[in-house]
């Protein structure tokens, strides 16, 4: 089963796409993961990709499709995978399809989880990361045990600079003029699921394994 993940920066992509990929037992590739990689140990790609991201601005299309085509030659994409942080524009879809075809195979479903922007000021605003290990922390959702203070390490708890409020506004408009057109893309496909993801988490991983099957 290969999936997509879509939806503005704090819809949830990456919880949902966690769960889906233990569910079916397929890897989550999340590009977030790779970039942060990259900026901890200093590369050239992590500090080019630095500079976007603090400025809350898309990565480059040139700095992550090469990247994600290598990954999904891995011996443990064979069963399928699902992509969390991209596609982020048309070209990078496109460029991704080229890919699959070369590969002889296909997108199953894009999944959008659908939430409103003023949702998503109040989810990011309330994230917290430890400046030792980098656990994450919401102080809503998953509050450490003691305030601003890691449950791992015992580190500080900061906000990142790509979810203070002017970023994610930033984040969010920058989303709407270069992602978003995915919804339609993928819809001309017919491969575009969409769920509510205003609703507890829970009930946003039951939605998707509703549609995807057991």
């Given at each position: 089963?290969?999936?997509?993940?879509?939806?503005?920066?704090?819809?949830?992509k990456g919880t949902q796409a966690k769960r889906i990929a233990e569910k079916y037992d397929i890897p989550h590739i999340s590009t977030g993961d790779i970039f942060r990689a990259n900026i901890k140990k200093e590369t050239q790609l992590g500090l080019k990709a630095k500079e976007y991201m603090d400025k809350g601005l898309l990565v480059p299309?040139?700095?992550?499709?090469?990247?994600?085509?290598?990954?999904?030659?891995?011996?443990?994409c064979k069963k399928g995978f699902i992509l969390d942080g991209?596609?982020?524009?048309?070209?990078?879809?496109?460029?991704?399809?080229?890919?699959?075809?070369?590969?002889?195979?296909?997108?199953?479903y894009a999944i959008n989880i659908d939430?409103?922007?003023?949702?998503?000021?109040?989810?990011?605003?309330?994230?917290?990361?430890?400046?030792?290990?980098?656990?994450?922390?919401?102080?809503?959702?998953?509050?450490?045990?003691k305030e601003n203070v890691c449950d791992t390490c015992e580190g500080e708890l900061i906000i990142r600079d790509d979810d203070q409020?002017?970023?994610?506004?930033?984040?969010?408009?920058?989303?709407?003029?270069?992602?978003?057109?995915?919804?339609d893309y993928y819809q001309g496909k017919n491969i575009l699921i969409t769920v509510d993801g205003t609703v507890d988490i829970d009930k946003v991983t039951e939605s998707i394994i509703d549609i995807l099957g057991a």
């Amino acid at each position: 089963m290969k999936l997509i993940m879509l939806g503005a920066p704090g819809a949830g992509k990456g919880t949902q796409a966690k769960r889906i990929a233990e569910k079916y037992d397929i890897p989550h590739i999340s590009t977030g993961d790779i970039f942060r990689a990259n900026i901890k140990k200093e590369t050239q790609l992590g500090l080019k990709a630095k500079e976007y991201m603090d400025k809350g601005l898309l990565v480059p299309d040139e700095l992550v499709v090469d990247i994600v085509a290598d990954r999904l030659l891995e011996d443990d994409c064979k069963k399928g995978f699902i992509l969390d942080g991209f596609p982020r524009t048309i070209p990078q879809a496109e460029s991704l399809d080229e890919a699959l075809a070369k590969m002889d195979t296909k997108m199953d479903y894009a999944i959008n989880i659908d939430v409103p922007d003023e949702n998503i000021v109040r989810r990011m605003s309330g994230r917290r990361a430890c400046v030792k290990c980098g656990a994450t922390y919401h102080l809503k959702y998953s509050a450490p045990k003691k305030e601003n203070v890691c449950d791992t390490c015992e580190g500080e708890l900061i906000i990142r600079d790509d979810d203070q409020p002017e970023t994610v506004q930033k984040r969010l408009s920058v989303y709407h003029k270069q992602t978003r057109p995915l919804i339609d893309y993928y819809q001309g496909k017919n491969i575009l699921i969409t769920v509510d993801g205003t609703v507890d988490i829970d009930k946003v991983t039951e939605s998707i394994i509703d549609i995807l099957g057991a």
